[in-house]
């Protein structure tokens, strides 16, 4: 049901529906992003869309002593608020990559990289297909980018305006992505 404001109520006759919907988005469909939350008292569709959603990510080549519950969620953490492991990732099937779902802040800056033990991870997210990869940010691409990226020797130097794109930039090496 249509509640307005971009808003929308759906009811589920069978609790498997319920949970696969709850536990296996969000979703992309016809080029938009399509999340879903429970209902909750405070809900007030008169209110902007909140920026944090939850969605997938992934840690590509991730050590495999670093497969342990408490270490993958910590590690989720630094990106954050870890909502589930991958069942293959929790019962350490150990495939290509650690994946868990967190709550990321779509207004600010998606984080490219992090630092496990003085190494650099890289992190993708899953089901976000309008990221900017010059800037970090969801929402737009990079022919479309009005941010002014600083130099890496800037960002070194500590004159860049922006700490949250010059921490990406320096472990990330100039840019978000490929």
């Known amino acids: ?53 939850q969605t997938w990510i992934r840690f590509p080549g991730l050590s495999s002593h670093l497969y342990k519950r408490q270490i993958l969620m910590e590690i989720g953490g630094l990106i954050g608020k870890v909502t589930k492991l991958d069942f293959n990732t929790d019962s350490r099937a150990r495939g290509i990559y650690a994946r868990m779902a967190v709550f990321v802040d779509l207004g600010r800056p998606l984080i490219s990289k992090i630092l496990i033990n003085g190494c650099s991870q890289i992190l993708e997210y899953e089901n976000l297909p309008i990221v900017c990869f010059k800037c970090g940010c969801y929402g737009h691409t990079n022919e479309t980018c009005s941010v002014v990226v600083p130099s890496l020797e800037a960002v070194e130097k500590g004159e860049s305006p922006d700490s949250a794109i010059a921490a990406n930039m320096v472990t990330g090496g100039g840019e978000y992505g490929p």
């Open 1 to 53: 049901m249509d509640i307005k404001n971009g808003y929308f109520l759906a009811k589920f006759q069978n609790s498997g529906d319920y949970d696969k919907i709850l536990s296996q988005g969000p979703w992309v469909i016809f080029g938009h992003y399509l999340t879903i939350q429970l209902w909750s008292i405070n809900f007030n569709p008169n209110l902007p869309y909140p920026n944090l959603v």
